[in-house]
């Protein structure tokens, strides 16, 4: 491994870079919009499985098309027949619809069918689901910035949190990239985001604090490079065995957690990268150096 | 930090295989055991369905304000105030009373004790009812806490007659909790077709008799459909309700098998059915459920016995159901179904199936990988790691946590986080083997510069696990528990298992020996 790399010579590459990949994110996150699934929009979803290989989307569509349920959207995955309905109604009051709608498709699509997966949410839930899963996203990053403010100087603690932006904006923008739905789970897996892509930032600011204090003398970049060297081995090694876990999930896991696991992969990703080129530099924008830590040293370390 | 007192050693392992016994309590299947404790399988993991209800509190807000009309009006009379322009609109009382009467009524409507019109609730310090006083408009309605105490009662009222109408079914283990101020959350492990219970839970059962008038000049009736589609008008007055029956029963009629329902009345309701049958022999009496008319038989004699029969055009499946809302009794008020979450069981299957084949595949993918980088002390890591699985699924058992399908995938992702501990601490030490020329200082220098580290990243990570148990639903908090929990085992087993059989490694071995 390459022990002595000049990272701090590249800072301004991954700074652009990251600020083109920040702003495309916004900007689809603005115009392009996300691609909600029921839990955030309300809605009814039903997951079915037919024995019968012949039957396609088409057949399945007409199925109960005589229900007139407004917007359809049928997904076929999987290689054992298995379909995905969503269907935006999910009407409080008229709580016959499912079975309407099951026995509907029963009858003209095929017996031998089993309902796998029945989900229905109403506007007002899913309206709530979505306001606490923003609530908890905005709530954990401030819980981090408080945390980093306790143990370090809040130069680190905004490093820390730009770079927790950076990597929460650019996981959700590339949901809208490529029209992944954002569900619960999806909150879920930002939130387990921001956890890691923190503890990647931690180890390393850790080390640039107890390289400050070694080296008074030495510039920030050089500390900057010098601590990410010391801990690149573990960042990979532990972005990896993380990977190949969630790989593990994303191969192995099922449909349900196929989305969960994906955003985790590009989580673990940009937030490895972004401890490295994006709350690192600012460190340096924010002119830390040996005075920054200095008051504060002897309450920090044990 | 190497050095481990005999004490030191016991505590750290007798404690790991208290907790990690538990884990293994998973795995018989009889209860004969003396802790009977195991990790419960999520709806999403064994199929079921999860129901969340809301009560509908504003008809019954309005029949309660139309109560009060009666003593109002009384009330008003007997203290000599005129009034004018008396209307009920939605949920307000309006009427028009001279100005120099307001102080008077103020004085009734205020009175804190023998009021029984407004009641003072001690719980909540305010009145049952709030006015308004436009020029010489007043306005009377429900205030917040009146308002809530009705919303209160009715929920709980609501809570406990789906308890017998889902116990009447039979379903095994169901969870009936409140969640908020108006919801009802119902959880059916491995229901099979929760389209009935829907249908029993969104049906109101509201059941009263009243009687069919032909005199069309007759004061208060209303026109109601039957269900044979004949239009019948039907009296508002109430002869007797679903609240005097004591018993309803499905069964077969002799002469021509049709199903039908029969019911037992209470005393006070035996009585007021003798009453009016014996009066209106040759009249129909309407049995009028939610407002539909089930059915209009003609009163041939007087019934005292306090027995009926409900006969009406239903199979012998909605006989049954109706007998069973009947036992139950009426809801407060209407519920519906605001979210609703079904997995049928051969999903759940497969579900444990893929997340036990990732678990599986994930962790022997670290094995290798962690042998592979750090030679024997990956093989501790890897103890570690096995300790750490162990003492997780340990607590879980003893807190007799829901494992979810999430909560499959957090266990997973700890399997690839826990590593990062001992990575760090191996790191470290690394490091200071390059300087430090005592392989145990460097030992003991590493683990104690890597504390600190170890304790930061974990902490972060820790923190959003919180926010999101704190936040998550269902499914989530399932995800949100077993992260978190691994946080706390991988600290342990790093810390204190790792650490310890690192020393062994160390202090048994001769510098050149170690590898890293």
């Known amino acids: ?302 | 930090m190497l050095n481990f007192t005999k004490i030191n050693i016991l505590v750290i392992y007798v404690l790991f295989f208290l907790i990690g016994f538990f884990s293994f309590l998973n795995l018989q299947n009889n209860n004969n055991l003396y802790i009977d404790k195991k990790v419960n399988l999520g709806l999403d993991l064994q199929g079921g369905s999860y129901l969340l209800l809301e009560i509908d509190t504003n008809p019954l807000i309005k029949d309660k304000i139309q109560d009060k009309v009666v003593p109002i009006k009384k009330i008003l009379n007997s203290n000599e105030i005129s009034y004018k322009n008396f209307n009920i609109n939605n949920k307000i009382i309006k009427f028009n009373i001279e100005k120099n009467d307001i102080d008077k009524y103020k004085n009734i409507f205020l009175n804190k004790k023998k009021n029984s019109l407004n009641i003072y609730i001690e719980q909540y310090k305010s009145y049952e009812l709030d006015y308004l006083i436009y020029n010489d408009e007043l306005s009377i309605f429900y205030s917040k806490y009146g308002e809530l105490t009705i919303n209160n009662a009715a929920l709980k009222q609501s809570i406990e007659i789906i308890r017998r109408r889902i116990d009447d079914v039979g379903t095994k283990e169901p969870t009936i909790l409140q969640r908020g101020e108006k919801r009802i959350l119902v959880e059916l492990p491995g229901i099979k077709d929760p389209e009935r219970i829907k249908a029993l839970l969104g049906k109101t059962a509201k059941l009263d008799f009243r009687l069919v008038t032909s005199d069309s000049n007759e004061f208060g009736f209303e026109k109601l459909i039957s269900e044979n589609g004949e239009e019948l008008q039907v009296s508002k007055r109430i002869i007797m309700s679903g609240e005097n029956l004591v018993d309803a029963q499905p069964r077969l009629d002799n002469q021509n098998n049709q199903p039908s329902v029969s019911f037992t009345l209470d005393r006070i309701g035996s009585q007021k059915f003798g009453r009016t049958t014996n009066k209106n022999i040759g009249k129909r009496i309407a049995i009028v459920l939610d407002d539909k008319v089930i059915s209009a038989p003609t009163i041939r004699e007087p019934i005292t016995g306090g027995k009926g029969n409900i006969s009406g055009n239903f199979s012998f499946q909605e006989a049954t159901d109706l007998a069973l809302l009947l036992r139950s009794g009426a809801l407060p008020t209407p519920l519906n179904i605001v979210e609703e979450r079904t997995v049928g069981p051969d999903l759940g299957e497969d579900s444990i199936k893929s997340g036990t084949k990732s678990l599986i595949v994930g962790f022997i993918l670290v094995i290798i990988f962690m042998i592979y980088k750090y030679k024997v002390f990956g093989i501790i890591a890897n103890l570690s790691l096995f300790a750490n699985l162990l003492m997780l699924v340990g607590i879980l058992t003893m807190l007799e946590a829901t494992l979810t399908l999430p909560g499959i995938a957090g266990i997973i992702l700890t399997v690839g986080m826990a590593v990062d501990a001992n990575v760090l601490i191996f790191e470290r030490i690394k490091e200071e083997l390059k300087t430090e020329k005592s392989i145990i200082h460097a030992f003991d220098i590493g683990y104690n510069k890597a504390k600190i580290t170890v304790l930061d990243a974990n902490i972060t990570t820790l923190i959003a696990a919180i926010i999101l148990f704190a936040f998550g639903s269902g499914p989530i908090k399932g995800f949100a528990l077993t992260l978190g929990i691994g946080i706390l085992t991988t600290l342990y087993s790093a810390y204190f298992i790792a650490r310890h059989l690192t020393s062994i490694v160390v202090l048994n071995n001769k510098k050149d020996s170690i590898n890293l």
């Open chain 1, 1 to 302: 491994m390459i022990n002595n790399f000049k990272f701090s010579d590249h800072f301004k590459k991954g700074n652009i870079f990251s600020l083109v990949l920040f702003c495309l994110s916004v900007f689809f996150i603005v115009f392009k919009g996300l691609n909600f699934g029921i839990d955030f929009k309300g809605g009814t979803l039903i997951e079915l499985r037919v024995n019968d290989k012949n039957i396609n989307i088409r057949d399945v569509r007409s199925s109960f098309s005589n229900l007139n349920l407004g917007d359809v959207n049928i997904k076929e995955f999987g290689d054992r027949g298995d379909f995905l309905i969503k269907i935006e109604k999910a009407d409080n009051k008229n709580d016959n619809f499912i079975p309407k709608l099951k026995s509907s498709i029963k009858l003209n699509l095929s017996n031998d069918i089993s309902f796998r997966r029945i989900e229905k949410v109403g506007p007002k839930v899913s309206e709530e689901l979505l306001h606490s899963g923003v609530l908890a996203i905005c709530l954990s990053l401030m819980a981090m910035l408080f945390y980093i403010w306790i143990r370090f100087e809040w130069q680190f603690s905004l490093g820390s949190i730009i770079a927790l932006f950076h990597d929460v904006m650019i996981t959700i923008g590339i949901f809208s990239i490529l029209s992944f739905e954002i569900n619960l789970s999806i909150i879920a897996a930002v939130l387990t985001i921001v956890g890691y892509s923190m503890n990647d930032t931690v180890v390393i600011y850790d080390r640039i604090r107890e390289n400050l204090n070694k080296f008074h003398k030495v510039k920030i970049e050089d500390i900057a490079n010098l601590s990410i060297n010391e801990t690149l081995s573990r960042t990979i090694i532990t972005s990896f065995t993380t990977l190949l876990a969630l790989f593990s999930i994303f191969f192995l896991g099922g449909e349900i957690l196929r989305g969960f696991s994906f955003a985790m992969i590009l989580g673990v990703v940009i937030g490895t990268y972004s401890s490295i080129f994006v709350a690192t530099p600012i460190l340096k924008t924010l002119r830390v150096s040996y005075k920054t830590i200095e008051k504060k040293e002897e309450e920090i370390i044990p």
